[in-house]
T-cell receptor
Framework: GDSVTQMEGPVTLSEEAFLTINCTYTATGYPSLFWYVQYPGEGLQLLLKATKADDKGSNKGFEATYRKETTSFHLEKGSVQVSDSAVYFCALTGGSNYKLTFGKGTLLTVNP | KAGVTQTPRYLIKTRGQQVTLSCSPISGHRSVSWYQQTPGQGLQFLFEYFSETQRNKGNFPGRFSGRQFSNSRSEMNVSTLELGDSALYLC??????????????FGPGTRLTVL
């Protein structure tokens, strides 16, 4: 079945540092790929998405490129802020477009 | 536009009891999905409803059930609660027709604690 593997956290960075959170996936067909963010005490918010190979999703300074050859969708940000502290989830939709399969999540803490 | 609302936000039950959680989707959204979030298993898909019909179901026991009403509001029910059912239950809605993925908007969740 479909699965998503993302790097274990927690990740602790200083403000303005470069961020990379790795995500790889296994799926049949051509999944759509997503990054969601969860702030403390809140639900999930879609951060960015890519629906086909070589697409780059971007939002709020975050970027991720759909790499079919390496089955990856790594999240990057050039300069993190304290306000980026949250849990980040990589996810995909596979054969059924109604179901999201999530990675385990990566806790990011950014210190001033 | 109001977001997805879930009630109650917090719930404490004892083993063997049953519980009903409610989700009101964003106005105009006809699809509602439910997810269970636990520290050990992460986020797992429970089921999805569209126009009062369950279209997709995750790998959960029959104690977990749901339904959707004509106004798209949805409820999920867990019977004979077990300690392992303690989790954050998230509801998500989307404006989906058929076949095309539409962004899922998540509610804040209901935190269920089973004692």
């Amino acid at each position: 079945g479909d699965s998503v593997t993302q790097m274990e956290g927690p990740v602790t960075l200083s403000e303005e540092a470069f961020l990379t959170i790795n995500c790889t996936y296994t799926a049949t067909g051509y999944p759509s790929l997503f990054w969601y963010v969860q702030y403390p005490g809140e639900g999930l918010q879609l951060l960015l998405k890519a629906t086909k190979a070589d697409d780059k999703g971007s939002n709020k300074g975050f970027e991720a490129t759909y790499r079919k050859e390496t089955t990856s969708f790594h999240l990057e940000k050039g300069s993190v802020q304290v306000s980026d502290s949250a849990v980040y989830f990589c996810a995909l939709t596979g054969g059924s477009n109604y179901k999201l399969t999530f990675g385990k999540g990566t806790l990011l803490t950014v210190n001033p | 536009k109001a977001g997805v609302t879930q009630t109650p936000r917090y719930l404490i039950k004892t083993r063997g009891q049953q519980v009903t959680l409610s989700c009101s989707p964003i106005s105009g959204h006809r699809s509602v999905s439910w997810y269970q979030q636990t520290p050990g298993q992460g986020l797992q898909f429970l089921f999805e409803y569209f126009s009062e019909t369950q279209r997709n179901k995750g790998n959960f026991p029959g104690r977990f059930s749901g339904r959707q009403f004509s106004n798209s509001r949805s409820e999920m029910n867990v019977s004979t609660l077990e300690l392992g059912d303690s989790a954050l239950y998230l509801c998500a809605s989307s404006y989906t027709t058929s076949g095309d993925y539409n962004e899922q908007f998540f509610g804040p969740g209901t935190r269920l604690t089973v004692l």
